[in-house]
């Protein structure tokens, strides 16, 4: 797929594989990733975001897997690495709720998916998981709420997936036209 304007090539790089190679990802790149989050913006420099990361072979690899939904599990076994992240729900400042947690967790998510990219590392968020259980599971205290379940790895041979999802690897990228989210002036509801 390519893009209508042309943009940095790691945005187009990075993309969600659900297979991953058996190859486990050094801690000097899992560094470079943290390290990108740190730059993220975030709502009075909050940075609310937090991340339990773990090796495929940990127990807290095992921990995390046990909060991911099946139809997540069919694929993220591959991974050699998953990351939890989660959010500190109020400001450190005042104690008030801090409206936009999630939001900055998602632009430390973003820096983190590119320059993981740019070392051929690739990111699978999900939704599907258990918060609670894995709150419960790896020991997330009050006042923190996981958010999102991120397998991470290098790129994996598609025939390895279960058949159901073989074809979708390598399906197109679907996309919205910039005028269908982009607006001058007014806005549009959807048609
Ligand atoms: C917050 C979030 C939750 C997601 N949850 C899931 C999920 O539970 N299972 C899954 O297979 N993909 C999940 N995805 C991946 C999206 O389906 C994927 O990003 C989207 O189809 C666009 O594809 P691309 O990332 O390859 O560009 C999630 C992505 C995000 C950002």
Redesign the pocket.
């Known amino acids: 797929m390519t893009p209508d304007h042309s943009i940095n090539p790691l945005l187009m790089k990075?993309?969600?594989?659900?297979a991953f190679a058996n190859t486990p990802i050094d801690p000097s790149e899992i560094n470079k990733i943290f390290e990108a989050a740190r730059w993220a913006a975030s709502s009075f420099n909050e940075q609310p975001w937090r991340f339990v990361y773990a090796h495929k072979g940990d127990q807290a690899y095992d921990r995390l897997m046990e909060s991911?939904?099946p139809?997540?599990q069919s694929?993220t076994s591959s991974a050699p690495l998953l990351i939890l992240g989660v959010v500190k729900d109020d400001f450190s400042h005042n104690g008030s709720a801090n409206r936009h947690a999630s939001y900055d967790l998602?632009a430390a998510?973003a820096n983190m998916?590119i320059q993981a990219a740019e070392a051929d590392i690739y990111?699978?968020?999900?939704?599907?998981?258990d918060p609670k259980k894995a709150a419960e599971l790896i020991g997330i205290p009050e006042g923190y709420t996981p958010?999102?379940?991120i397998a991470a790895g290098y790129i994996g041979d598609a025939y390895a997936l279960p058949e159901n999802l073989r074809e979708r690897e390598n399906a197109p990228?679907?996309?919205k036209a910039v005028s269908d989210f982009a607006f001058g002036g007014e806005f549009k509801k959807d048609n």
Do not use: K, L, T
């Open positions: 990075r993309w969600s594989p659900r991911i939904n139809f997540n694929w998602g998510v998916s990111f699978h968020q999900m939704a599907g998981f958010v999102v379940m990228r679907e996309r």
